[in-house]
């Protein structure tokens, strides 16, 4: 495995004698005026390749240990492996942009931006893109996926928090009294826009938008995200199917729910990507 960093119109296939190359790349132009910034995992060749874009949890980034364990195993299959931070999602976000002015409408858009741009990588095979996405990132994936159903073959959700809706109203029951800024959550703090833009969101819209194959994965101790919230999800998407991890919490740490949570992904994957 060898690191680069290259601008992003030169991303085309350079190769190495490893099984993959791990370039840094930097995507300007999002509708927020930030500069996004993230790894491209690419697996040596020429052909066209399968294309996973994955997107992280609230606070978190895209250089957390199971992240780059996740893109590394999926180079290895074969798949290019787009990672990257939101603009404003958390205190080590290499993306420009506050914590205060991030949304999921706002990260939505910064996927959206990664999507567009990747299209026009001419190593990757437009017909065979899949959005990974954990905790917030699985809500922000099927925003997206729910808006451009011809373009995502397949979604693989981690702990999807598709009740933050629901936890917004019930922290703000007045609209109309929303605080400037929050670090209630403890891990970043967010402005008045990321309420606003979700509170009367409903994401049963965007699951019932989007026909393709999703893979809900979550573990039976997420005190975060109740399983109950997965286990509804299912029966909401047209084609939905789920695996619970025995034991897991919130975001899969330990070597063992990692290497469950990747043996079910890859048997998904398998199967819907032709």
């Given at each position: 495995m060898k690191k680069s960093m290259i601008p992003l119109?030169?991303?085309?296939?350079?190769?190495?004698?490893?099984?993959?190359?791990?370039?840094?790349?930097?995507?300007?132009?999002?509708q927020t005026g930030n500069v996004l910034r993230g790894?491209?995992?690419?697996?040596?060749?020429?052909?066209?390749?399968?294309?996973?874009?994955?997107?992280?949890?609230?606070?978190?980034?895209?250089q957390r240990p199971w992240w780059v364990h996740y893109a590394e195993h999926w180079a290895e299959k074969g798949f290019a492996v787009l990672t990257f931070d939101f603009a404003g999602g958390g205190n080590r976000s290499r993306s420009d942009g506050k914590t205060t002015d991030m949304s999921v409408m706002t990260e939505a858009e910064d996927l959206e931006r990664m999507l567009?741009?990747?299209?026009?990588w001419d190593f990757v095979d437009t017909t065979r893109i899949v959005l990974v996405g954990g905790s917030q990132g699985g809500g922000v994936s099927t925003i997206v996926a729910a808006r451009h159903p011809g373009k995502i073959v397949a979604?693989?959700?981690?702990?999807?928090?598709?009740h933050l809706p629901d936890n917004l109203r019930t922290l703000y029951p007045d609209k109309n009294k929303?605080?400037?800024?929050?670090?209630?959550?403890g891990m970043i703090t967010i402005g008045r826009k990321y309420i606003l833009d979700m509170y009367d969101h409903d994401y049963d819209n965007d699951m019932k938008a989007y026909a393709g194959p999703v893979l809900i994965v979550?573990?039976?101790?997420?005190k975060v995200v109740p399983?109950?919230?997965?286990?509804?999800?299912?029966?909401v998407f047209p084609d939905a199917r789920m695996h619970t991890i025995k034991g897991a919490g919130h975001v899969f740490l330990t070597d063992e729910g990692q290497a469950e949570f990747l043996r079910v992904a890859d048997e998904f994957l398998q199967e819907v990507i032709q």
């Amino acid at each position: 495995m060898k690191k680069s960093m290259i601008p992003l119109a030169a991303l085309l296939c350079a190769v190495t004698a490893s099984a993959f190359e791990v370039k840094d790349v930097e995507v300007s132009g999002a509708q927020t005026g930030n500069v996004l910034r993230g790894t491209l995992y690419l697996p040596e060749g020429t052909n066209q390749r399968p294309l996973i874009i994955a997107s992280h949890e609230l606070g978190s980034d895209s250089q957390r240990p199971w992240w780059v364990h996740y893109a590394e195993h999926w180079a290895e299959k074969g798949f290019a492996v787009l990672t990257f931070d939101f603009a404003g999602g958390g205190n080590r976000s290499r993306s420009d942009g506050k914590t205060t002015d991030m949304s999921v409408m706002t990260e939505a858009e910064d996927l959206e931006r990664m999507l567009r741009e990747a299209q026009t990588w001419d190593f990757v095979d437009t017909t065979r893109i899949v959005l990974v996405g954990g905790s917030q990132g699985g809500g922000v994936s099927t925003i997206v996926a729910a808006r451009h159903p011809g373009k995502i073959v397949a979604q693989v959700l981690l702990y999807p928090a598709f009740h933050l809706p629901d936890n917004l109203r019930t922290l703000y029951p007045d609209k109309n009294k929303l605080p400037e800024t929050d670090g209630r959550n403890g891990m970043i703090t967010i402005g008045r826009k990321y309420i606003l833009d979700m509170y009367d969101h409903d994401y049963d819209n965007d699951m019932k938008a989007y026909a393709g194959p999703v893979l809900i994965v979550h573990g039976d101790e997420d005190k975060v995200v109740p399983i109950e919230v997965s286990k509804r999800a299912v029966g909401v998407f047209p084609d939905a199917r789920m695996h619970t991890i025995k034991g897991a919490g919130h975001v899969f740490l330990t070597d063992e729910g990692q290497a469950e949570f990747l043996r079910v992904a890859d048997e998904f994957l398998q199967e819907v990507i032709q």
